[in-house]
């Protein structure tokens, strides 16, 4: 699994981790030391013989030293440096799947090399998206059709935001495109024909549905993936003995 370089990236990997975990996978979980030094103490016992954590170094560029090897905490004017870092990191990440050769690999929205030198070495790659499907087919759509209005009409936007929306949309098209890696190895899997979405089919089945059609693979919902409130080892955490402290308030109608 290789998640951007963000908690509210990570933290759905990490759950999505922890529930193919009962499904008896294992799962290696890569990102900087940074992230996973703040996500350890999630992997409670029930997880650590599953899910593995495994560091991708950056690049060592002067403006981002390691702690800044993530968003938590990242001055605005750095994030274009660390994605900027993240992609040149492909050759680390290209030595972590020839010494762990896994069967799969779960990847992000970036970086833009991790599907590509997945098929180099002949491992099948598919993408999670970490948000849900209505705003994936709606940036979808404004790109395959440009001036045609969304079919759903209650996601809208105003005419100004929709020129920089749409502005903005398409200038993160022409960078990911400009950033593809070729792959070396032409005996290669197939072209994952799904994608997987931090969302249910009862929340936006037609977003799913319409999603598929546009971009042409399945979409598979795995949500929602979202951290629990009471710990997943153990189930009398701190908010719950607090709670069990608590005597029940009748109040006559």
């Known amino acids: 699994m290789l998640p951007f370089l963000a908690h509210g990236h990570i933290t759905p990997f990490l759950e999505l981790a922890k529930k193919l975990s009962h499904k008896n996978f294992h799962i290696y979980f890569c990102s900087t030391p940074i992230n996973l030094k703040s996500i350890k103490k999630r ?52 030595n972590i799947l020839k010494t762990l050769s896994p069967d799969l690999v779960i990847y992000d929205f970036l970086p833009s090399w991790a599907q590509p030198i997945a098929s180099s070495y ?5 993408q999670l998206m970490t948000s849900g499907a209505m705003i994936v087919s709606f940036c979808h759509h404004m790109i395959k059709h440009p001036g045609v209005e969304f079919p759903f009409p209650a996601i809208q936007l105003q005419e100004f935001h929709d020129k920089r929306f749409r502005h903005t949309i398409e200038k993160f098209s022409k960078a990911s495109k400009e950033k593809q890696v070729t792959p070396v190895n032409n005996d290669q899997p197939p072209p994952c024909s799904f994608v997987l979405f931090n969302t249910f089919r009862e929340l936006e089945g037609k977003y799913i549905d319409y999603q598929s059609v546009i971009g042409e693979k399945r979409v598979a919902p795995v949500g929602p993936l979202v951290q629990g409130f009471v710990d997943d080892e153990n189930e009398h955490s701190e908010i719950i003995q607090w709670l069990d402290n608590k005597g029940f308030l009748w109040r006559e109608s």
Do not use: C, D
């Open 122 to 126: 002949n491992i099948s790659a598919v």
């Open 43 to 94: 992997i409670t016992e029930k997880y650590s013989l599953s899910i593995e954590l495994v560091e991708i170094h950056l690049p060592s560029l002067p403006e981002l030293p390691p702690h800044y090897h993530t968003t938590n905490g990242l001055p605005i004017h750095l994030n274009s440096t660390l994605q900027k870092a993240f992609e040149m990191a492909s050759p680390n990440f290209s």
